[in-house]
């Protein structure tokens, strides 16, 4: 566990270094890509979302399958997995009554490693 100072440093100085703001600002992404890195962000800040996302992470699942391991409803997980799937997150296969889901690419498996990595540090 990390120990935050209480009371952390603060700049006293009212010397605006302009060159630094500059470039930064030149780096920027637009509000518009903000926006939607802020809204995936809000996506994979719900503990369901994420609980399904790392279970299918070792493979694709049915939503049976899903519903049994994390101890919901079929109907809870589908409408969670439809926000998944809405927002790019997941793909799906239908085989006959089943439907499939798995992490839409490697980026996603990223995403959630890193950010495991990050917590356990």
């Not at 566990?1 to 030149?26: G, L, Q, S, W």
């Not at 780096?27 to 802020?38: A, G, N, W």
């Not at 995936?40 to 279970?55: E, Q």
């Not at 439809?82 to 889901?101: A, C, E, M, P």
């Amino acid at each position: 566990m990390k120990v935050y100072e209480k009371n952390p440093p603060a700049c006293e100085c009212e010397e605006v270094h302009a060159d630094i703001v500059e470039k930064r600002r030149d780096e920027m992404p637009d509000q518009s890509t903000l926006y939607d890195l802020s809204d995936f962000f809000k996506i994979l800040g719900d503990s369901t979302r994420m609980s399904i996302l790392y279970a299918i992470d070792g493979g694709s699942m049915c939503v049976c399958d899903i519903a049994a391991l994390l101890g919901m409803t079929k109907s809870a997980v589908s409408h969670q997995l439809k926000i998944l799937r809405q927002s790019d997150l997941v793909t799906y296969r239908k085989t006959g009554k089943n439907v499939f889901y798995a992490l839409a690419d490697d980026h996603v498996r990223d995403i959630i490693e890193k950010a495991l990595e990050h917590i356990k540090e």
